[in-house]
């Protein structure tokens, strides 16, 4: 069974730093492309940033710069490190697998709330 | 980037009643559009893939169709567990992912 495990989330201030992970058990994470996708409160989906199997990274104009995604093969493990934080990156994230172009498996999700 | 519009941004029927959701994108993404369902506290699940596949368990209830930018979601009878928040997301020219607006569909 697939499934993707969220944790990290919490309160920081504004410029502060949070890594996420996302623990993947049922597949494999350095095999298949790894998302994360975020919510605002009481607002839509955002895609976030995408790690290709091959390791290429891709991100959100929102973020670029500030987040980094990466993986833990040994771990199968996926992160979001999250630098210089703002109040508009206050949502839930949600790591997420890419499958033939669509995100079909998702985690529970990890609020992170920026505010002082 | 590609934009994709939902309409309306809410939908109030009655359980049994049938719901149209519609979803346009700023330029062709041919059939490559998801219908994804949200409900509260939960993390979206897929239900449409390729604009009219329908994802594994997912009830014959949904349907999508169209292609190249104009796209719609039906539920031919609303069950009460079909009340929830819906979204369309393209993959025709990714990344970035994007993903509509959302339409909420509630209870009347």
């Known amino acids: 069974e697939v499934q993707l495990v969220e944790s990290g989330g919490g309160l920081v201030q504004p410029g502060g730093s949070l890594r996420l992970s996302c623990a993947a058990s049922?597949?494999?994470?350095?095999?298949?492309?790894m998302n994360w996708v975020r919510q605002a409160p009481g607002k839509g989906l955002e895609w976030v940033s995408l790690?290709?199997?091959?390791?290429?990274?891709y991100y959100a104009d929102s973020v670029k710069g500030r987040f980094t995604i990466s993986r833990d093969n040994s771990k199968n493990t996926l992160y979001l490190q999250m630098n210089s934080l703002r109040a508009e990156d206050t949502a839930v994230y949600y790591c997420?697998?890419?499958?033939?172009?669509?995100?079909?498996?998702w985690g529970q999700g990890t609020l992170v709330t920026v505010s002082s | 980037e590609i934009v994709l519009t939902q309409s309306p941004a809410t939908l109030s029927l009655s359980p049994g009643e049938r719901a149209t959701l519609s979803c346009r994108a700023s330029?062709?993404?041919?059939?490559?559009l998801a219908w994804y369902q949200q409900k509260p506290g939960q993390a979206p699940r897929l239900l449409i893939y390729?604009?009219?596949d329908r994802a594994t368990g997912i009830p014959a209830r949904f349907s999508g169709s169209g292609s190249g930018t104009d796209f719609t979601l039906t539920i031919s009878s609303l069950e009460p567990e079909d009340f929830a928040v819906y979204y369309c997301?393209?993959?025709?020219?990714?990344?970035?992912?994007?993903f509509g607006g959302g339409t909420k569909v509630e209870i009347k």
């Open positions: 997420a697998r890419l499958t033939s172009g669509y995100l079909r498996d």
């Open positions: 049922g597949f494999t994470v350095s095999s298949n492309y």
């Open positions: 790690l290709y199997a091959g390791g290429s990274t």
């Open positions: 330029q062709t993404v041919s059939n490559y």
């Open positions: 390729d604009a009219s």
């Open positions: 997301q393209q993959r025709s020219n990714w990344p970035p992912l994007t």
